[in-house]
């Protein structure tokens, strides 16, 4: 535990650690953590928008190219096998107990969960898949961002059309607050509320150079600079929650974006638990995929039969639990098989390198 395997940044995994405790402990205790849900979520794209974009700077670098089949390859190994376990489990417990009265909408939900359209407005079939609009943005970024990234280098304004992307994205948010003012928290799981997370990450990633020139000629230091977005980023998880607020989309997102990578820049580097103090934490940010898919059905199945403490305090249970079967039962399996497939690629001619996990 103290020393994470290949492919694996125990800093990053720290910070995944955090960010699923945050939307664990606010569907647990929403009016403690009134914001922390939003804070891990925002936190989980900025972080995604820096590794992939890791990713597809590194195949370019490499090879002048995105390799797109090995991209999707291991997006739809990394992400799909966990997230079939989790859909099986819901078809079932939904068909057996019918907890919400939707056993009619298994088929809907289960569509809706696989074509990654949680966060288009309509029916989201069963409120047990809701929280699936997250993963749906970013699947969509994945699918928009090598383009974009490919068009920036052909141009060679790759700068230009990033700082575009976020205008655009920001613009989008706008026109949708205002198309559904005065129910502005309609618009909290469009791909345009958070997107501008991922591209804020992605851009920080393609500036690393630039941004440590920077901190070196203040005579900053990242320490400083993460510990303090760390605090702020605890704060700001107490913070009522705010969905109606178009505060909370144009300020209060690209806000925890910029901490988050402030955090990154901190612990990007860690290959070592400084502390056994972390090691939960570390564990937790291991899993913190699946914990995602289980935790929100978890607490609204619980809900049928229990509340208050209980509630709370078996969620987190059963979602540890739910999450560490779900990584030694498919993700690690998958993930080696990954691991060997990329080795395959990387040794045979003209093969794609392997990178870091995402």
């Not at 298994?106 to 989201?124: E, G």
């Not at 205002?178 to 791909?191: D, H, M, Q």
Request: one cysteine or more.
């Amino acid at each position: 535990m103290a020393k994470r395997t290949k492919n694996r940044i125990v800093g990053l995994d720290l910070l995944r650690g955090f960010a699923i405790l945050l939307v664990i402990l606010h569907h647990a205790w929403p009016d403690v953590l009134g914001s922390g849900g939003i804070v891990g979520v925002v936190a989980f794209f900025a972080l995604s928008g820096y590794l992939i974009t890791g990713i597809l700077a590194r195949d370019i670098d490499n090879h002048g190219r995105i390799a797109y089949g090995h991209f999707y390859r291991n997006r739809a190994l990394r992400l799909l096998p966990a997230l079939f376990l989790m859909l099986v489990f819901f078809s079932i417990y939904t068909f057996v107990a019918n907890p919400f009265g939707d056993r009619d909408e298994i088929a809907p939900s289960l569509l809706i969960a696989v074509s990654y359209t949680a966060n288009i407005p309509f029916d989201y079939g069963s409120p047990a898949i809701s929280h699936l609009w997250t993963l749906a943005t970013e699947e969509q970024f994945y699918l928009v961002w090598p383009l974009i990234l490919t068009l920036g280098l052909r141009l060679r304004r790759l700068r230009h059309l990033v700082l575009l992307a976020a205008a655009g994205i920001v613009i989008v948010c706008v026109a949708s607050i205002i198309v559904s003012a005065p129910n502005v928290a309609r618009v909290y799981s469009l791909p345009s509320s958070w997107a501008v997370a991922m591209v804020i990450g992605a851009g920080a990633k393609l500036g690393e150079g630039r941004i440590d020139a920077l901190v070196a000629a203040t005579r900053l230091s990242f320490r400083g600079l993460g510990v303090l977005a760390f605090v702020v980023l605890i704060v700001l998880s107490f913070v009522p929650e705010a969905k109606g607020s178009p505060a909370t989309y144009l300020v209060g997102g690209p806000c925890v974006a910029l901490l988050t990578m402030a955090v990154v820049f901190y612990m990007r580097a860690w290959v070592r638990v400084p502390s056994r103090l972390l090691w939960p934490l570390l564990a937790l940010g291991t899993v913190s995929y699946s914990a995602y898919l289980w935790n929100w059905p978890i607490t609204l199945w619980l809900g049928q039969y229990t509340d208050g403490l209980t509630r709370s305090v078996l969620s987190i249970m059963l979602t540890v639990v739910a999450s560490t079967i779900s990584w030694w039962a498919v993700e690690k399996p998958v993930a080696r098989w990954k691991d060997r497939m990329d080795l395959r690629a990387h040794d045979a001619p003209g093969g794609v390198p392997t990178g870091t996990s995402a």
